[in-house]
Each structure stands twice: as C-alpha cells, then as structure tokens.
C-alpha cells in the first residue's frame, strides 16, 4: 500500500490550496487518514484526521475552521482543503494511514503509513 500526495505550490497570503492523497490498495474505507506539517527547521505537526467513513473529523487550532478534511473512499483519496492560508502554513504536508485503530489519533506514531509529502509555500 503506499500513499500519493499531491496539490501543493506557491500561493500567496489569503489563497487557496487543495492538496489530494490517493492510495494505492483495496481497503482505503477501513484507515484513518491524517494529514501533518513540517516546517523548516521545526518538528512535524498535526494538521486534521478523518474516521474511516468521513463522519468524524478533527482539527488542529490552526486549522481550525480554515481547513476541511474530506475523503472519497470510492476514489482511495483523502483531501485537505485549505483557505486563508498564512504564511505561517508554509511547509511539506504529509498524509498518513493509521490502519489499525479507529479512533482519531493527534500523535504521528499512530499512524504506520506515509506518504512523500507536498511543499505548499504562502507568501506574504
């Protein structure tokens, strides 16, 4: 199984970014998916999750009421829509797969699955 994301660029301040995550396997419907931050010269951080049917999300204060989690279980791919980007969400995003626990984990050691991350930079 291995995880694709992709989506990321250059946008300014107040932009938009969509950033997209397909995976590879036939038992997407059964992970929780997560997305994470890394910024130059800072630890890797949590972003949001999803449950394995969608019904469930969270959010990092951060992201919180800027970003959406949404996941296509049909098309293997989870989403992160992100709006007012700052320059403060400067970074490489990384999906992740926890798929073996259903509940909605902050801590990147519950997920076992990674993939190779997109750079999104916002500038001012």
């Known amino acids: 199984v291995q995880l694709q994301a992709s989506g990321g660029g250059l946008v300014q301040a107040g932009g938009s970014l969509r950033l997209s995550c397909a995976a590879s396997g036939r038992t997407f419907s059964s992970y929780v998916m997560g997305w994470f931050r890394q910024a130059p010269g800072k630890e890797r951080e949590f972003v949001s999750a999803?449950?394995?049917?969608?019904?469930?999300?969270t959010y990092s204060d951060s992201a919180k009421g800027r970003f959406t989690i949404s996941r296509d279980n049909a098309k293997k791919t989870v989403y992160l829509q992100m709006n007012s980007l700052k320059p403060e969400d400067t970074g490489v995003y990384y999906c992740a797969a926890d798929r073996f626990r259903p509940s909605l984990s902050y801590s990147g050691t519950s997920y076992d699955l990674w993939g190779q991350g997109t750079q999104v930079t916002v500038s001012s």
């Open positions: 999803i449950s394995r049917g969608g019904g469930r999300s």
